[in-house]
């Protein structure tokens, strides 16, 4: 059966069609970004010295290895956010 629509107007939907593929991946892209980027700064921002402690809290600081654990701990959302990204879609 011959296709009655008008082949410009199939063109133009087409077009948009791509368009709106293309944009979709360049949203979801940002997004991609956006989520990485809080994670450094949560990472970078998180972590915490002696010193910093101190100022902070007026009880004494934690001995042992409180501060490389805690440390450790707030990077973890690093490789926690690349599992995220790796199952996350939009579709």
């Known amino acids: 059966m011959k296709d009655l629509r008008d082949q410009n107007e199939v063109a ?8 709106f593929g293309s944009l ?3 949203l979801e892209a940002a ?5 990485r980027a809080f994670a450094e700064y949560h990472a970078a921002d998180g972590k915490i ?3 910093q402690y ?10 042992g290895d409180y501060f490389d654990g805690f440390n450790a701990g707030v990077e973890s959302v690093l490789g926690a ?3 995220f990204l ?4 939009l579709r």
Do not use: C, M, S, Y
Not at 31 to 35: Q, S, T, V, Y
Not at 54 to 63: K, R
Not at 86 to 89: L, R, S
């Open 12 to 19: 133009k939907a087409h077009a948009a069609h791509a368009d």
């Open 31 to 35: 997004l991609r970004g956006a989520i």
């Open 54 to 63: 101190q100022a902070w809290n007026a009880d004494v600081p934690p001995e």
């Open 49 to 51: 010295t002696r010193e």
């Open 24 to 26: 979709l991946h360049d």
């Open 81 to 83: 956010v690349d599992t």
């Open 86 to 89: 790796e199952e996350f879609t």
